[in-house]
């Protein structure tokens, strides 16, 4: 019995090891980078090449009415593309989740394979349909990025949902119905709490990755439509290392707030029978 309880220890002590990879990816992946990112934000380049500590950018940004108004168009489009995309896939994601209505896991399948496909090319894709529909960057450049973005975040939607929805609780459904309550008091009181934590996943999948993507509004606005992601690209690719690095430090902190709100209100609505894919 002692040896066994010193072997228990032994193996114990050793799966600690096991976080060791983790940290090292952690460290020098997301740390670091993170640092960079704060240190390049908050110095200057002087004529000679050499660092020094300046509240340049920082104010560079704020003092700057087209990088604020690009943010602002930036959160208008990710929240736009949010609520267009919970429209169209909550309905959706209810219909496959539900063995009534599909009783063919292809049909979630048609959904999910959209987004094996290289981003870039569905991107193409999208522009050439588009072009051959009349809709196209010179004519519509909104109308051509938004359809663009639900297209391509669409899945993203769906499939929190669907992950969720196939745990509902279906006892309170029936119950709500015996009880004599009509579709939308049933919906409202039995469905829709049960799948808030499948709607915070969403929004979470869409809502961050709109703003900072730049790929589909470059291509589908034809350069029309700028947004915060396209001006930090642009800062990078003409070495403004410290004006890029103080607006990719915003969006970081953007993240940061979206998420904290996210979880603070999926931790309040929670179910205990319902499940988070992300």
């Known amino acids: 019995m002692e040896a066994l309880a010193k072997a228990k220890t032994f193996f114990r002590f050793k799966r600690k090891y096991l976080n060791f990879?983790?940290?090292?990816?952690?460290?020098?992946?997301?740390?670091?980078?993170?640092?960079?990112?704060?240190?390049?934000a908050f110095t200057g380049t002087a004529e000679d090449g050499s660092l020094y500590f300046s509240f340049e950018a920082l104010v560079n940004f704020?003092?700057?009415?087209?990088?604020?108004?690009?943010?602002?168009?930036?959160?208008?489009?990710?929240?736009?593309?949010?609520?267009?995309?919970?429209?169209?896939?909550?309905?959706?994601?209810?219909?496959?989740?539900?063995?009534?209505?599909?009783?063919?896991?292809?049909?979630?399948?048609?959904?999910?394979?959209?987004?094996?496909?290289n981003f870039v090319l569905r991107t193409g894709a999208t522009r050439d349909v588009l072009s051959w529909m009349g809709i196209n960057g010179g004519n519509h450049p909104y109308l051509a990025t938004m359809i663009g973005m639900v297209y391509n975040y669409l899945p993203f939607?769906?499939?929190?949902?669907?992950?969720?929805?196939?745990?509902?609780?279906?006892?309170?459904?029936?119950?709500?119905?015996?009880?004599?309550?009509?579709?939308?008091?049933?919906?409202?009181?039995?469905?829709?709490?049960?799948?808030?934590?499948?709607?915070?996943?969403?929004?979470?999948?869409?809502?961050?990755?709109?703003?900072?993507?730049?790929v589909i509004s470059d291509t589908l606005s034809e350069g029309k439509i700028t947004l915060f992601g396209n001006i930090i690209y642009l800062h990078f690719s003409q070495s403004q290392w410290n004006e890029g690095s103080f607006m990719a430090l915003v969006m970081l902190i953007l993240v940061f707030l979206s998420m904290l709100l996210s979880r603070r209100f999926g931790k309040e609505n929670a179910n205990p029978r319902g499940g988070q894919l992300w």
Request: glycine share 2%; net charge positive; charged share 5%.
């Open 21 to 40: 990879p983790y940290l090292v990816f952690l460290a020098l992946f997301i740390i670091l980078p993170i640092l960079i990112i704060v240190f390049y």
């Open 62 to 117: 704020f003092t700057s009415t087209t990088k604020i108004n690009i943010l602002v168009v930036s959160l208008f489009i990710g929240i736009l593309n949010t609520l267009i995309c919970l429209l169209i896939g909550y309905p959706v994601a209810y219909l496959l989740s539900n063995p009534k209505f599909n009783k063919n896991f292809m049909l979630v399948m048609l959904f999910i394979m959209p987004m094996w496909i």
């Open 157 to 214: 939607t769906i499939l929190p949902l669907y992950t969720t929805m196939i745990k509902l609780d279906r006892s309170q459904i029936e119950a709500a119905r015996d009880l004599g309550a009509n579709p939308a008091q049933t919906f409202l009181h039995a469905v829709l709490p049960q799948t808030v934590p499948g709607i915070v996943s969403a929004c979470e999948m869409v809502f961050m990755p709109t703003i900072s993507s730049y």
